[in-house]
């Protein structure tokens, strides 16, 4: 039975312990029913001293409903509107209670959860760290619409307000205690009651600690109002910081940041109300439903291990082995190090694989330095790696990751001579990132333990892990590869074999297009500009620059060798332009001294001014619209493909691997749901346009065609 | 047929820097102000009962400034109680909209003696006193892509390719004619010294301008908006002119407008006033022009302003003598120049506001005494007055003698 229970005592404090039937108390309709009741009881109580607001769950409050959420459309924002401020009337009614309210903080108080605790008179918190304080709505295309932007711009001051709301910080109860978020911490459960009881009863007669300070006659904000001189500075600058950093494509921050500068200004129920206009606005908005979808529903499904085979027991990774201490395998080594793995880093010298080892030394350090991690702890997590040059250090492991160069006659040789290391059932993962597994299998004695497990770069900050099956690859591999993702703490897509994989192959086609729009004569400066306009993390032909122009070299050259050249549409175009810098002007990219951009001593780039005479035609015109849209919908495209063609199993993984591995901009919700958004039957007219002035690459594909008639979304 | 627009009188106070120790920081605004319509009237020997409105320009309009200090002006003159009077802000434009604000009264029939002008008291209330959404209110900012002024001059500068040593030397050259100028006594006929309320002198001529000044002294200046730009405000300009890869930060003090104090007025009427009154006049509105452009980059109006105003007048580029364009920032001008394909030699020939300063509600009527003197020192007709404005507007102006 559901309950909000309610339990008087003998000095008149009326405990609220919230036990909903949910698997959490979140901010729903049955939410709403009893937290009505339980106003309705308190403010018939004759004798209150106050109201301690508990729960029984292990989290305090979850906060909204996201299942409800996601549902908020346009076309009845103003019903949503009516819910929303009913909501927040309940949340009022409890602030201004004549009593003392306390909210006891056993578990993470989020967003809904701390917005509760924030109409509280006073917050005490269990001092652990997983109970978690703030309000992270932001990172899923919302911000705090429930007085959570008011109240804590009002508590705490619009300056310090602004980062904890637009990062959507999460706060341990210490460092909330010092942000000012809370007032007070037990160190156990047991204290907790206690503690709240006993504030109530300290201040039942202080007429200060039942009315809010915003409630107060003459309150004054700390930091004072945005208006006043003295903020200045801030008013013009955080707007401008906001814009240059989002780009003004997070239409949520931006309503956040207003809704907090006007907050200052005005008055708790005027600033109220603007909120809630807000908040429908942006709830209803597509960005809303784009990151919700992403960044709650998909990402949980994905890590919750949808595309992982249900009837394997979880495999523990034991002992790893790498193959190669270059970038990608000394940053292998340290994550694995990191989630408590032994670790046999293994290169062809002994020298190479120290070297290796040491770039997790140098991480370690600057964790030290950040107050991080204790010398004990990075003493143990440096004491798990052993860098060798033997071959027969690698016995046991039941895990061997080949992080070797992209050639497919060394990958095999490799594979030949070190695959009887393993354990009986050990698996063998080579961390490719565009030769195909089946064929990398052929060498391994034991084709149903291999499998691809592609990082990304640096593999110590991006959050993604491409697992790649081979034909032969058996479910019990799979399932190790994507277990041992989740306990080195990164999120695993799962994607069927084919050159380039899902990823790869898919930000080719970014590469690819700037390469067109650069030999059509359209400036170099401009395609990099409108690659991050369209919210890309990096202009093109930058980044093609950082991933070197060299490797592409090389990787066209393996594939010609392989017989796999132009598999995924024709890429003579992007050979010309590499041909054109790397063979016949050394231009190999910024680790080879620069590509199409010179890089300066002082840490500056500008355009290698060659390029420019290669292809810069000023008499071009092509419409920045179609330069953004180019750009996008190439990728977009052959991540439908990948679709169609099976290489991505679910859309889920499609838009999370998009935005994890590649960049997709975030208020997009990945390169599928992008389609959804765009609406399919514009986007079906969209290709058509840019198909018959762009060429063949922008044919739609089927899959769309077949949605749009069946009136289905990629979900 | 509409009435001309006659100009009786143009005047204005000395310039002075815009700070506390600037010559007139002590005065408030509303005397500079009364102490520029008392000027007017003796020197005129006006019937002030004949004025039918004051319309004054500020861009303060806040603290000593607010309240529609026009009228606050007219009473502390003590002109008559009939003369009514109006505050306008059009940004660094309120000046010359005052002037044609009033040559469309008085051309209309509406109204037969106007004075028109602008003050601006900037040591006593600083640039951005009045607030407002362009540098404060997110939703607005992030929508509109706003930078500030400077951001916009420096990438006007990218765009066109002006060096640094290009707006140094316009700078430069802006000072040594503005030093000649007044040295020469150019500017005697309109400038009005300040007097305290013993009418002692408190500032007698323009003291903003420095002489000799070289391009070392030039080059020397660090460049004001660099460290904006790094904030952030840079990356939202090129995002709309995506072409460029950073903005050359060029401008600095040494080339960009003085902040100073100082208030101008313009007497404007009709033939039937001239006869009323038995002034004669020195010469009249021939057209007036407001154009907007894009308000990010907000400094490239006043180009097509001019050209929009030579058209309303039925003119071409040839039948202007003299050209005004108010030095906000050199690469403004030089690209005015570029625009209307027009030579430095016959451009702002006795300085502008780098030199001198740009007191902003008051620098459009400044311009109009500064052209009027000038085209009649050199006996010829007519002047076109341009400046560019905050939110990409720019206005013209185009004046003649009688």
Known sequence: MSAFHYEKDQDGIVTVTMDMSGPVNAMNDEYHRLMGETLAKLEAESDLTGVVIASAKKVFFAGGDLTMLVQADAENVDTFRENTENMKAGLRTLETMQVPVVAAINGAALGGGYELCLVCNHRVAFNLKSVQIGLPECGLGL???????????????????????????????AKALAAG?????????????????AWILENKDNEDAVVQPWDKKGFKIPGGPINSPRNAQLAAMAPTMLNQKTRGLMPHMTAAMDVAFQSSMLDLETALRIEGREFARVATNPVAKNMINAFFFQLNKVNGGASRPQEVEKQLTKKVGILGAGMMGQGIAYVSAMAGIEVVLKDISLEAAEK??????????????????????????????????????????????????????????????????LTADGVWGSNTSTLPITQLAEAAAKPENFIGVHFFSPVDKMPLVEIICGEKTSDMALAKAFDYAQQIRKTPIVVNDSLGFFTSRTFGTYLDEAANLLVEGVHPIKIDNLGKAIGMPVGPLQIQDETSLELSRKAQETWKEMGVLDKWGDGTVIRRVIKDLVEDNGRGGRHHGGGYYE????????????????YYDESVQVSDEDIKDRLMFRQVIEALKCLESGVLRTVADGNIGSIFGIGAPAHTGGFIQYVNTYGLDNFIQRCDELSEKYGDRFVCPDIVKQRAASGELFA | MSNTAFIYDAIRTPRSKGKADGSLHEVKPVDLGAGLLRSLQERNDLDTSYVDDVIM????????????????????????ESVAGVQLNRFCASGLEAVNTAAQKVASGWEQLVVAGGVESMSRVPMGSDGGAMGSDPAFMIK????????????????????????????MESQNRAAHARDNGYFDKSVVPVRDANNEVILERDDFIKPGTTMEVLGNLRASFEQMGQYGFDDIIIRKYNQLDRINHVHTPGNSSGIVDGASAVLIGSEQAGKDLGLKARGRV???????????????????????????????EQDIDLWEINEAFASVALRYMRDLDIDHSVTNVNGGSIAMGHPLGATGGCLVSTMLDELERQDKQRAMLSLCVGGGMGISCIIERT
């Open chain 1, 181 to 197: 978020l809370i007032e007070q911490t037990v160190d156990s459960l047991d204290e907790l009651l206690p503690a709240a009881k």
């Open chain 2, 57 to 80: 320009g500020c861009v303060g309009p806040v603290g000593e400034q607010g309240a529609d200090i026009a009228k606050s002006m007219v009473q502390n003159a003590d002109w008559d």
């Open chain 1, 143 to 173: 911000f705090p619409g429930g007085g959570g932007v008011v109240r804590l711009t009002k508590k705490i001051g619009v300056e310090k307000a602004l980062p904890l709301i637009l990062e959507g910080k999460r706060l341990t109860p």
């Open chain 2, 144 to 171: 509109t892509g706003f930078v500030p002024q400077g951001i916009g001059a420096d990438t006007i500068a990218t765009l066109d390719g002006y060096s640094r040593e290009d707006v140094d030397a316009f700078a």
């Open chain 1, 599 to 614: 890089y300066h001593d002082d840490g500056t780039k500008s355009i290698w001014p060659g390029l420019l005479d290669l």
């Open chain 2, 286 to 316: 021939v057209a007036g022009a407001i154009v907007s452009s894009d308000p990010i980059i907000m400094l490239a109006g006043p180009g097509p302003a001019a050209k929009k105003c030579l058209k309303t007048a039925g003119m071409t």
């Open chain 1, 356 to 421: 290796g080892k040491a770039y997790s030394e140098a991480l370690l350090q600057k964790r030290i330095k950040r107050g991080q991690m204790d010398e004990d702890k990075a003493a143990a997590v440096l004491g798990l790696i052993k860098a060798t040059a033997e071959n027969d250090d690698l016995a046991g492991c039941d895990l061997i990751i080949e992080a070797v160069f992209e050639n497919i006659g060394l990958k095999h040789e490799i594979t030949k001579e070190l695959e009887g290391y």
